[in-house]
């Protein structure tokens, strides 16, 4: 059972110096403002306008107004402390068709933004995909498309050139597994496809989209850049230590995390996935050569997105869990190639998501990732939904949330012990915002958003972050 601290507790254990303290959002989470500027429908207005899709049928039209209210967001930033931001550039605002040149008023937005981010010295770290293809694209066959990859590594290219002078760091992709599996086997996520085979051929475009960015970035921006990718890797363990619940671990492991991670920093797919996956697509017609050689160009941080473990069996040795991974998926795995495997909640603690609360899951990712690709990390990602109420005084007490925080960043100070080389933690979010499929119903802000008035209100835990952030994590 996780523990309630007192708001004034900071986290224990020291932090290296120079630690990115930051909170992350993503614009279609935030920003708003959908038809202006020249913005055009990405895979997200598509789907949230699609009936049935979204919880109350909640869109991004108007999300938390970031668009025109980022000079006050900043100001709450600057105010809580906070040393780093990670927010993600919207494809569609920038470049409306998918293709060609950029759009000025959308490159006016980012620009104006990360001015008033460095002048109040926060630094920025900018995610390129953060899952709103612009529609045209998807109309072109989307993530499945080959093509779609090198469209990807043209907008990075222009964008780099645009901002690279004030962005340090840059961010490919957000949580490809989401965006391949979530969107197009489960169809729980936009653009809604539910074919298993397209899934797959989305993966490995992303990771080829991600290879070919990273050279454009490489070429375009100072020496000095930092490039890095977030993925949300699963932390999956067998329920037991029988061989058939091993098993399953390992297809999870296979098509969760390593379908990603052995392309991108190993230049290979890894031969037990492609066994499980045979069935499903010809893999020597979907790579071509040479595409190992582009998915594997060196990047220079590993972003993390921790929130739970994953607990898995075979089959006959459990229930199933409804919805699988607590990840709200229908009717259509969301695993292809591992189907049949069964999922169980770490333990009974759990957030608003009903994802289990276990920080050990946290270290013990980072410290697999130290030994295993020995690069510098981030958690690009972290934090918790809860059902916040504001109190009849107007404040929002949350100590739910805090003790998740504290929690997690113990388990990141456990793996900087252990030797990981952790560089920064990025809480999600900053602001309560749209939660894709479950629209505004999930809040995961450490600021309190009224969507009535757009007032924002530092939760509790916001000023519990604060002063750990202040006592640079110091006892
Ligand atoms: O809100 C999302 C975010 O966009 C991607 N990572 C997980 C978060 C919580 O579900």
Known sequence: MTTVPS????ARRP?????????????????????????????????SHTPGRTENGDTGDTAVDHYHRFREDVRLMADLGL????????????????????????????????????????????????????????????????????????????TAEALGDRVPTWITLNEPWCSAFMGYAAGAH?????????????????????????????????????????LNLHAVRPRSDRPEDREAARRIDAVGNRIF????????????????TAHLVDWDTLVHDG????????????????????????????????????????????????????????NEDVTAMGWPIDPTGLSDTLTALHHEFGLPLLVTENGAAFDDTVSPDGTVHDPERTAYVRDHLEAVADAIAAGADVRGYYLWSLMD??????????????????????????????HWYSEAIRRGGLD
């Open 291 to 346: 595409d190992l050689a582009e998915t594997s160009r060196p990047i220079d941080l590993l972003g993390l997105n921790y929130y739970a473990p994953t607990v898995v069996s075979s089959p006959a040795n459990g229930e199933r869990l409804p919805r699988e991974d607590g990840h709200g998926t229908g009717s259509h795995s969301v695993w292809p190639g591992a189907e049949d495997v069964a999922f169980h909640r770490a």
């Open 261 to 276: 991670t052995s392309p991108m920093l190993k230049g290979r797919y890894d031969d037990d996935l492609l066994k499980d």
């Open 83 to 158: 040393t780093a931001y990670r927010f993600s550039i919207a494809w569609p605002r920038i470049q409306p068709t998918g293709r060609g040149p950029l759009s000025q008023p959308g490159l006016d937005f980012y620009r104006a933004l990360t001015d008033e981010l460095l002048e109040h010295g926060i630094t920025p770290a900018a995610t390129l995909y953060h899952w709103d293809l612009p529609q045209e694209l998807e109309d072109a066959g989307g993530w499945p498309a080959r093509d779609t990859a090198y469209r990807f590594a043209e907008y990075a290219a222009l």
């Open 15 to 47: 932090f290296p110096s120079g630690f990115a303290w930051g909170a992350a959002t993503a614009a279609y989470q935030i920003e708003g403002a959908t038809t202006e500027g020249g913005r055009t429908p990405s895979i997200w207005d598509t789907f």
């Open 433 to 462: 915002n749209f939660e894709w499929g479950y629209g505004y119903s999930k809040r995961f802000g450490i600021v309190h958003i009224d969507y009535a008035t757009q007032k924002r209100t530092p939760k509790s835990s916001a």
């Open 7 to 10: 708001d004034n507790r900071p």
């Open 190 to 230: 936009a653009p809604g496809r539910t074919d298993a085979a397209d899934a797959l051929r989305a993966a490995h475009h992303l990771n080829l989209g991600h290879g070919l960015a990273v050279g454009a970035l490489r070429a375009a921006l100072p020496a000095s850049a930092r490039l890095s990718v977030s």
